[in-house]
């Protein structure tokens, strides 16, 4: 079992950075692959990015390769997502999710096992 907490989202000019975090808590926590999803007003979630319980692997959506880098600290339970050249496009409420078993699908919402209540992003332009 896993809660999820994310935080530092906030208002930023277009073309800044910003990074998100995502504090969890569970006794298995070192196993899950953690990835982050957006949602923006009126749209669908949206894969972000995703990374494996030892942070092997990693994988974006074409939207934000070579903007965005997720990365992990497990002995901290956390998980961060650092956003680059942001765009107002990017505004969105960001959540983090945990995954049990790590899957090619690392796209699906379905994916996910557990999910956190979101931060929210603001670019202006």
């Known amino acids: 079992q896993v809660q999820l907490v994310e935080s530092g989202g906030g208002l930023v000019p277009a073309g800044g950075s910003l990074r998100v975090s995502c504090l969890a808590s569970?006794?298995?926590?070192?196993?899950?692959?953690m990835g982050w999803f957006r949602q923006a007003p009126g749209k669908e979630r949206e894969f972000v990015a995703v990374?494996?319980?030892?942070?092997?692997?990693?994988y974006y959506a074409d939207s934000v390769k070579g903007r965005f880098t997720i990365s992990r600290d497990n002995a901290k339970n956390t998980v961060y997502l650092q956003m680059n050249s942001l765009q107002p496009e990017d505004t969105a409420v960001y959540y983090c999710?945990?995954?049990?078993?790590?899957?090619?699908?690392?796209?699906?919402?379905?994916?996910?096992?557990?999910w956190g209540q979101g931060t929210q992003v603001t670019v202006s332009s």
């Open positions: 569970g006794r298995t926590f070192r196993s899950y692959a």
């Open positions: 999710a945990a995954a049990i078993i790590y899957s090619r699908s690392y796209s699906v919402p379905q994916t996910y096992d557990y």
């Open positions: 990374i494996s319980w030892r942070a092997i692997n990693t």
